[in-house]
């Protein structure tokens, strides 16, 4: 079935963002950003870009760390929440992890809209509340860009952490003592394979996983170039690395999986065309990482569940006017995954 974007905007939930609406220094946040400009932090059209052309992503900024009993933030059941977009591959990190540590019900979560506009991600379209507001509650004088994930603790409304990578290993450990045995025992980050987790994060995450946005975002031929082409070099690396294997590192599921899968489940329906990544696609040029993604997304739901096709679709080609000015959200690739 083919949903048009006015459905998909019925559908969208605005969960658990009911809890702050009354609150009122989230609403003298949002005041305060409703008279200010904020559109530089939040408008993707008025990104800037390096002098060469080339884009250079901002570090995230908000990097407090939740321990398992002491500390700042404990980790304590329903205190926290996550904010995610199904658009966003960092945010979709999280999502899975969440997932196969069964935390749901430790910490909820809440999917913004992925129709980004000139104020940032909006919860849904019948909240008046971006995410920015968020982040102003956190510190009325942020600067940087209003991103999702937001790991944001309720007792001391504020932003916890927003960087994806540290979130996933939080989530990984550091709710250990609350979770059945079971949850507890799953390991993304195991000791003994934490260099070479390390080593293959490094580079995957320069050339392919950030690689695919600085193909797309690059405002001249040069930058261009010199983003492409590492990228599928990466991928061709990747390839070899992946042929007869069902995981990246080692024989289990690691995080180098997640970071991995978030990037090449999202290629062929919108990194091919939208950002010009189109030497090859995934399904026709890569039989082993085509394998490995299928077999993660249609044997384990935590890939299958947080992986939400029209959103990320409608999120790219609908928010990004810089590479797609008309808004026109192609109907293919047709499936969005193949069969596995």
């Excluded at 052309?53 to 009993?69: D, E």
């Excluded at 956190?138 to 990578?165: H, I, M």
């Excluded at 987790?197 to 995957?204: G, K, L, P, Q, T």
Aim: with cysteine.
């Amino acid at each position: 079935m083919v949903l048009s974007l006015q459905h998909i905007s019925r559908q969208i939930q605005p969960n658990f963002f009911h809890q702050f609406r009354y609150s009122r220094t989230f609403l003298r946040a949002a005041a305060m950003s409703s008279v200010r400009d904020t559109t530089h932090q939040s408008d993707i059209g008025k990104m800037k870009l390096e002098n060469d052309g080339s884009f250079k992503r901002a570090p995230s900024a908000f990097r407090n760390w939740i321990y398992s009993k002491d500390g700042q933030f404990p980790a304590e059941r329903d205190r926290y929440h996550l904010y995610v977009s199904y658009a966003c591959p960092w945010a979709t990190r999280t999502l899975i992890t969440r997932k196969l540590k069964g935390l749901e019900d430790i910490i909820p979560v809440t999917v913004v809209s992925p129709h980004m506009g000139e104020n940032g991600w909006p919860f849904a379209s019948v909240d008046p509340f971006p995410v920015k507001d968020l982040y102003f509650k956190a510190d009325p004088n942020y600067g940087g860009r209003f991103t999702v994930p937001v790991l944001w603790d309720k007792k001391q409304n504020t932003v916890v952490n927003n960087e994806s990578s540290e979130i996933i290993r939080m989530l990984n450990s550091a709710f250990n003592d609350i979770l059945p045995p079971e949850k507890a025992a799953v390991d993304i980050y195991p000791e003994e394979l934490r260099k070479q987790i390390d080593e293959v994060n490094s580079w995957v995450y320069d050339t392919v996983n950030n690689g695919v946005y600085k193909a797309g975002f690059a405002g001249s031929q040069e930058a261009y170039e010199t983003a492409v082409y590492p990228l599928f070099e990466s991928l061709d690396r990747l390839e070899k690395m992946l042929t007869g294997k069902d995981y990246l590192v080692g024989e289990r599921l690691t995080e180098a999986d997640i970071r991995l899968f978030v990037t090449v489940v999202r290629f062929d329906p919108v990194y091919f065309s939208h950002f010009k990544c189109n030497l090859r696609d995934i399904r026709h040029g890569y039989p082993a990482i085509n394998r490995w993604m299928k077999k993660l997304y249609w044997t384990n739901e935590a890939f299958r569940l947080s992986t939400n096709f029209q959103h990320i679709k409608v999120h790219y080609y609908w928010s990004q006017t810089k590479v797609n000015p008309t808004r026109v959200v192609p109907v293919g690739p047709v499936p969005d995954i193949e069969a596995l």
